[in-house]
């Protein structure tokens, strides 16, 4: 297949990018190297894949649509696999336009583009934090996610809504990933693992809100990555038994889905945080802190819908540490 990923610089997407070519797919990267954190690092990651022969890298920004769709005019897509966004729950609350841009308008010029050439499948990610103010654990498809509690949330949840009116109107097959706390090597500088190594090493504080009682189920980038190859190598369909008296919101008469993609082991932070720091054999510098505004306490996935496809995750939570850990030592050689 020929495929357009979106986001292939950065960490998920730099991932999926490497598993898609290697498994021998063509693959066209967008990027636009944004400054949300360092862009040394998505120029690291970028460096590796442009070593691929089947691999096309375009600079350009999902919200210029007609960029967008110019520099892409040459190349004849089969499928797309849309991950660039405008990630970080709390950056939404201080910066919620960013989100509007890039989370809405992104994923509308998005929606554009699958439909005008006759996408066989779009496959995007959404984010777990969709399911906001609900509390029934582990959180479900089936269950609705109509309370967000941060913006960020709110554009996410608003991409599944807008997918599935295309694949209503247009026929557009789609499927909707909802991520679960992902960790691992090459991750994001603002992602809590990331945070917590820096910190530790260095000495410095690290903040633990709502006082270390946060329960994260944490999913190994790899892990991550099977479910969104698996995914996209199954288009939705549309649901035959799908019943309008009694909807599910995770799939429809149309052919839309929604997934979750997590581990389904849910790990207490303060355990997370003791990994890290037998691992490097020093004890972390702790500022404890209140529940903070847009966070969801706890978090754990039913993984049973996606686990039809085959996806199984492989990778328990001491190993992805450790591998990510392996990882941040060697890449700023400490």
Not at 64 to 77: R, V
Not at 84 to 91: I, L
Not at 186 to 201: E, H, Q, S, V, Y
Request: proline share 4%.
């Amino acid at each position: 297949m020929r495929i357009l990923l979106t986001g292939c610089a950065g960490f998920i997407g730099f991932h999926t990018a490497k598993t898609l070519l290697e498994e021998g797919n063509e693959v066209v990267g967008v990027d636009n190297l944004n400054h949300y954190y360092d862009p040394t690092l998505k120029e690291s990651r970028l460096a590796q894949l442009i070593g691929y022969k089947n691999f096309t890298y375009l600079q350009v920004d999902i919200c210029d649509h007609e960029a967008f769709n110019l520099c892409l005019k040459p190349f004849k897509i089969n499928r797309v696999i849309h991950l660039a966004a405008q990630a970080g729950v709390r950056h939404s609350i201080s910066n919620p336009r960013d989100y509007l841009n890039n989370n809405i308008v992104g994923f509308f010029n998005i929606l554009e583009y699958s439909r005008s050439i006759s996408a066989e499948h779009l496959t995007y990610a959404s984010t777990s934090s969709a399911y906001g103010a609900n509390t029934l654990l582990p959180f479900s498809e089936a269950n609705h996610a109509d309370h967000p509690i941060q913006f960020y949330a709110a554009t996410k949840r608003s991409n599944e809504l807008m997918a599935h009116s295309y694949s209503c109107i247009y026929g557009l097959p789609t499927s909707g990933l909802r991520f679960f706390t992902v960790y691992g090597p090459w991750g994001r500088p603002d992602m809590a693992l990331f945070k917590f190594t820096k910190n530790i090493i260095a000495g410095e504080e690290i903040e633990i809100f709502n006082h270390g009682k946060h329960i994260r189920d944490f999913t190994f980038v790899e892990d991550i990555v099977d479910g969104i190859t698996k995914v996209n190598n199954n288009p939705s369909a549309g649901n035959a038994e799908w019943d309008s008296l009694n909807p599910d919101p995770s799939s429809s008469f149309a052919p839309f889905e929604i997934y979750n993609l997590g581990n389904s082991e849910p790990v207490q932070l303060m355990t997370y945080v003791n990994m890290i720091e037998d691992y490097l054999g020093k004890k972390a510098q702790i500022k404890f802190l209140p529940l903070q505004k847009g966070d969801i306490e706890n978090t754990i996935s039913d993984i049973s819908k996606v686990s039809k496809l085959g996806y199984l995750p492989a990778t328990n939570v001491k190993a992805g540490v450790k591998k990510f850990l392996d990882w941040y030592v060697d890449y700023y050689s400490i």
